[in-house]
């Protein structure tokens, strides 16, 4: 079982009217299943209402599941008196880094999830030094938050969860509300976290671009994961994925338009360097055959 | 228009004023100001303007930091002396002229009432200007945890105040987001009497409240998601200990209060 796993977990949001009558359920999880390996760079992907946000509230155990189960760090997110531990387990960086930054210091910021763990003074400092050292805002750590660009707020943030330990970190959309600068610095820092400390990462996005170096995607869609695989496996299938509602990489469309116009390119191309590779090689061979 | 508006007045420095624990800051400003109602006469008003004096040259301040806080209470001042000055009955009159009256012990009362005044903001603001609002807040969250006892949410209350502190930049970023907005959508927000500038206000007012409830549910949501379970069981990044400058410091207050209360036994 990896570090986190989901059999059939349902989530409806129920409105009621004034005397508590069911007004509407809707159903933003579907019986999801997941099953996520402690160490990958995992992206969620999915469109606006697909329940990726809903998804991510589960496994900070913010939400509580209708249905179903969910183990973080092999503790049920049902069980009560697991709370604390799931939330230490499983740290969330949210969408928007104004209303998640807390004090009025970076610093401070950064050592407000310590401090509400209780870890004594001396070490407290130590975490904040070291996180925000993995996120590279340590010569920021006296300034205010107001003064920060949005990737930088957003670093802040993740070097706030950071200073917790978690064994895995949830990104609800941290880049959206981003320039495409302050998009890079930030995925930048994910990845490093992720290859440098072995923090488990799952990014829920719905920026193609910043799915292609997972691991592992699962894409989601009215409340159920609809295709799961490598980048490579999901990005081969263009026409299932417009059907989700969801774009694919340019190139990669770049490279399935010029399939269908005939060229004998493979499907799944992810980066530009790939597609250089193999439009050179096809040149290549084109001229032998000439010859 | 709205962002030249700065919270609190911190003044940085490096000086024994501005080490000083907050506490100790904030107990000689309520002792300051007790003194300053208590001194009697030209020696403990000799006393109050030395011990004001040296404290500011040790807080490294420049005096015109200082005065500025003057400014905002300027019509105060000038009506409380204008009131003490014509309003106080006394044997010797000065002036008389057609029914005002100014007599000696108005004239007095008018100097000291002044001075007190000055002496009150200048004093209070060396307070605001040598400790910094996120200082003042865990100084008064830790000087009133003895009222935790009886039921009061102290930590509560300070970290509600930390959290206003850390936001009112930014929802005053967003006042003039939506100012600006509404402004380009025909909103007049400058012209009109006062009832109607405040019907024009609505406008404005309707989507900050509403995106301040929504930033309030994010950050709660975050909190959560930090473990924040308030204040039980948490451990302090910046703990506040005294140190032997702290107790020097209380030292010095204490024998100066003696003093102002002494001279006005004594010399009365």
């Known amino acids: ?291 | 228009m709205l962002r030249d508006i700065t919270l609190g007045q911190y003044y940085p420095a490096d000086s024994v004023i501005h080490k000083l624990d907050p506490r100790v800051k904030l107990m000689a400003t309520l002792v300051y100001i007790m003194s300053l109602f208590t001194f009697r006469g030209a020696a403990g008003f000799m006393l109050a303007t030395v011990f004001m004096i040296v404290v500011i040259r040790l807080s490294k301040v420049p005096f015109s930091y200082m005065v500025k806080g003057l400014k905002t209470v300027i019509i105060l001042m000038a009506i409380t002396a204008v009131f003490n000055l014509f309003l106080t009955p006394g044997e010797e009159v000065l002036v008389h002229f057609w029914k005002l009256t100014i007599t000696m012990e108005g004239l007095k009362n008018a100097v000291f009432m002044l001075v007190r005044l000055i002496y009150l903001i200048v004093g209070t603001s060396v307070m605001t200007l040598t400790t910094t609002p996120n200082q003042l807040t865990d100084g008064l969250e830790k000087a009133l945890m003895p009222l935790s006892k009886l039921k009061v949410p102290v930590h509560a209350i300070a970290m509600m105040m930390s959290i206003a502190l850390r936001f009112i930049p930014i929802l005053i970023e967003e006042t003039d987001i939506i100012m600006k907005a509404q402004m380009a959508r025909g909103a007049d927000f400058e012209n009109g009497n006062i009832i109607k500038r405040a019907k024009n206000m609505v406008p404005l007012l309707v989507p900050l409240f509403v995106s301040a409830f929504r930033r309030a549910d994010d950050l709660a949501m975050a909190m959560e998601a930090r473990c924040y379970i308030g204040g039980e069981g948490r451990t302090k990044m910046k703990p506040l200990h005294y140190q032997s400058r702290d107790y020097l410091a209380y030292l010095f207050l204490i024998v100066y209060f003696a003093g102002i209360i002494l001279l006005r036994i004594f010399l009365a």
């Open chain 1, 1 to 291: 079982m990896g570090i986190i796993k989901a059999c059939k977990l349902v989530h409806e949001y129920i409105r009621r009217d004034e005397e508590g009558n069911v007004e509407s359920i809707q159903t933003a999880l579907n019986a999801v299943d997941l099953d996520i390996k402690a160490g990958d760079f995992v992206a969620v992907l999915g469109h606006n209402g697909s329940g990726k946000s809903t998804l991510a509230k589960h496994i900070n155990a913010l939400l509580e599941p209708s249905e179903g189960t969910l183990f973080v760090d092999g503790k049920d997110t049902k069980d009560l008196k697991y709370l604390y531990d799931i939330r230490r387990a499983a740290g969330m960086v949210f969408q928007n880094p104004d209303n998640q930054i807390i004090a009025s210091v970076v610093e401070e910021d950064v050592g407000f999830g310590p401090e509400n763990m209780g870890v004594p003074t001396k070490e407290i400092w130590q975490r904040v030094e070291e996180s925000l050292k993995s996120v590279g805002m340590l010569k920021y750590r006296n300034h205010s938050p107001n003064k920060l660009s949005g990737g930088q707020k957003q670093r802040v943030a993740i070097a706030g969860v950071m200073a917790m330990e978690p064994k895995c970190i949830i990104l609800d959309e941290p880049t959206a509300m981003l320039d495409p600068v302050g998009r890079k610095e930030v995925l930048q820092a994910v990845h490093t976290l992720n290859k440098k400390k072995g923090v488990t990462i799952v990014l829920i996005t719905h920026y193609m671009e910043e799915v292609v170096d997972a691991d592992y995607v699962y894409v989601m869609d009215k409340g159920s994961v609809v295709m799961q695989g490598t980048p490579r496996e999901i990005f081969s299938q263009v026409d299932t994925l417009k059907e989700h509602r969801l774009d694919v990489p340019q190139i990669t469309l770049l490279a399935d338009e010029l399939r269908k116009a005939g060229l004998p390119l493979p499907k799944g191309i992810l980066t530009r360097e790939e597609l250089d590779a193999e439009l050179v090689e096809l040149y290549r061979r084109k001229a032998c055959q000439s010859f």
